[in-house]
């Protein structure tokens, strides 16, 4: 695979180039010092609050910042190559369609956890040298959490990059993508559960096909809190999986990185560079 490890460097190297990428970075980088400012303003204090706090009220940014992030970039991967008539050149080199495909995949994966460590890095040295380290520990498995679902989500940009011919369709299907992942976040379930009046185990299963919503409930865990926070569903997968939980939960975030990567190197090998 050192044709992979080669394309991988490259692609990261194109990120520091990527308006896209700047953009995400700066902006997770200054909300998430914002958020630890807030967190602790909100107790009618001044300063910066703890990991804790930080934690929690980062998690709502994490799903909308992080999935947007890894669908946008994985969009314009293949399709640009496409479109600048580059993925014929690439093809056409003593490298594999899955030397390709996995090079793009491990570099822009690369790029998005530099975003990450950057933008909840310097949140993290805020936080650590103003109030201490305690909850750290929470923190870094949301960092870690993050991760996995901007992996995701860029698995499945990628896949939409391998179907579009050209890089604004590709950019579009990610953003339509990326709002119906959003809209069947919570007022999305709520509003479904309410229409069908779905049972506890139907709202369960809605709840985990989306990966906003398991990252959302691995992210709960991992900070040591209650389900009892996200109604009766919560209560249903606490009852039900109890401490095998989170590893479900985590081989529900690993499933939507690989089925995605499969069917896009599997749509790339077909369709090659047309």
Do not use: H
């Not at 998430?32 to 400012?37: E, K, M």
């Not at 530099?114 to 305690?134: D, E, H, Q, Y």
């Not at 709002?179 to 976040?185: I, Q, S």
């Amino acid at each position: 695979m050192s044709g992979a490890l080669i394309l991988a460097g490259k692609e990261l190297r194109d990120a520091r180039r990527n308006r896209w990428f700047l953009l995400y970075t700066v902006g997770l980088a200054v909300l998430a010092l914002a958020f630890a400012g807030l967190g602790a303003s909100g107790l009618g204090e001044l300063g910066v609050a703890g990991f804790g706090r930080t934690t929690a009220s980062l998690i709502n940014l994490v799903m909308l910042v992080v999935p947007l992030m890894g669908l946008t970039l994985g969009a314009l991967a293949i399709a640009g190559e496409r479109e600048r008539g580059t993925l014929l050149y690439l093809l056409a080199q003593p490298v594999t369609t899955l030397e390709l495909y996995a090079g793009k995949l491990l570099g822009l994966g690369a790029s998005v956890l530099a975003a990450l460590l950057i933008g909840f890095g310097l949140s993290g040295a805020l936080v650590a040298t103003r109030v201490g380290r305690a909850d750290a520990g929470a923190y870094l498995a949301l960092v870690g959490l993050a991760f996995l679902l901007g992996l995701a989500c860029l698995s499945l940009g990628l896949l939409l990059s391998t179907l579009a011919r050209r890089s604004s369709s590709a950019v579009g299907l990610a953003v339509f993508v990326w709002l119906g992942l959003v809209f069947l976040g919570d007022l999305g379930v709520m509003g479904t559960a309410l229409v069908l009046r779905l049972g506890v185990n139907e709202l369960t299963a809605l709840a985990l096909v989306n990966p906003l919503q398991v990252f959302k409930v691995a992210a709960v865990l991992a900070a040591g809190g209650s389900l009892e926070v996200l109604g009766p569903a919560g209560l249903y997968l606490t009852r039900t999986y109890g401490a095998g939980l989170l590893p479900l939960l985590l081989a529900l975030l690993a499933a939507w990185t690989a089925l995605p990567a499969l069917g896009g190197y599997l749509v790339l090998r077909r369709r090659g560079a047309l």
